[in-house]
């Protein structure tokens, strides 16, 4: 088991500094309430929704506005929205590639936002297909370091699908195919292993890698695209090295 995506490492990083600024709790919410509306409301006959939960438990978001996204979304409850999935691709700069999932109530906004978000901060957008080939769909759980080694997780996820186990650095994570998210969720529960998160993610085929004037601005662009209410994850092909990141934090 091998392979190492520096921009998972700088993405679970940069979740960690978000949850504490609250940033995330909007975005969790959603993905509860949505999970709801596709699949049902008992999280027990849904896993995405049971995914769902559990990171929007692990992130602190009150239990409360969890359970009232759970309702909102399986109709036990009036004023859920209309969200709709699209992406958008471009360019940020150094000619890294920019995959950008939305969920939103309103395209024209979501387009809007994200087009000034890119553009402005020295990326362009690009058309449908052109970058979304650079990425590949997988499932990603990640588990926190604490309490158990790369060996176990790898025993308990091995025959489950699981093809890598990477080092964060603060924590681990387990890439499968999409299709094996379940089987591999439910293999590190049955091992007695504690998981931060699990779900679909984009993970780059090749990537690109930058120094330190394109690490900022590629970084610039993703807080940008971020900032948006409308915006619920940025993925990029960058290889930003360690010793950069640290440096520009």
């Known amino acids: 088991m ?21 940033k995330l709790f909007a975005k969790l919410i959603k ?47 009036g004023g859920g929205a209309d969200w709709q999935t699209i992406m958008y691709e471009g360019y940020a700069p150094g000619g890294v590639a920019l995959l950008v999932e939305c969920l939103t109530d309103n ?23 052109s970058v979304s080939y650079l990425f590949n769909r997988k499932g990603v759980v990640i588990v926190p ?11 308990a996820v091995l025959e489950a699908g699981a093809e890598d ?23 590190l529960q049955e091992a007695g292993i504690d998981y931060e998160s699990a779900e679909s993610s984009f993970l780059p085929s090749v990537e690109v890698p930058v120094g330190e004037e394109d690490a900022r601005k590629v970084l610039r662009v993703v807080d940008a695209l971020e900032d948006s209410d409308d915006v619920q994850n940025v993925f990029t092909n960058a290889d930003i090295p360690d010793d950069i990141m640290e440096k520009i934090g």
């Open 165 to 187: 186990v990477n080092d964060l650095g603060e924590a681990f994570e387990v890439v499968c195919e999409a299709g094996d998210l379940l089987a591999v969720r439910t293999a």
């Open 145 to 155: 370091k604490e309490g158990t080694t790369e060996d176990d997780i790898t025993l």
């Open 107 to 129: 395209r024209n906004r979501a387009a809007s936002e994200v087009r000034v978000a890119v553009t402005r901060n020295g990326g362009s957008m690009a058309d449908a297909g």
């Open 2 to 22: 091998s392979g190492h995506s520096k921009w998972a490492t700088t993405k679970h990083k940069k979740a960690v500094i978000d949850a504490k600024r609250g």
């Open 31 to 77: 993905n509860v309430e949505v999970a709801a509306r596709t699949g049902g409301g008992d999280p027990d006959g849904n896993p995405t929704l049971y995914d769902a939960i559990q990171k929007a438990r692990k992130n602190s978001v009150p239990l409360d506005n969890i359970e009232r996204a759970r309702k909102r979304g399986s109709g036990e409850e």
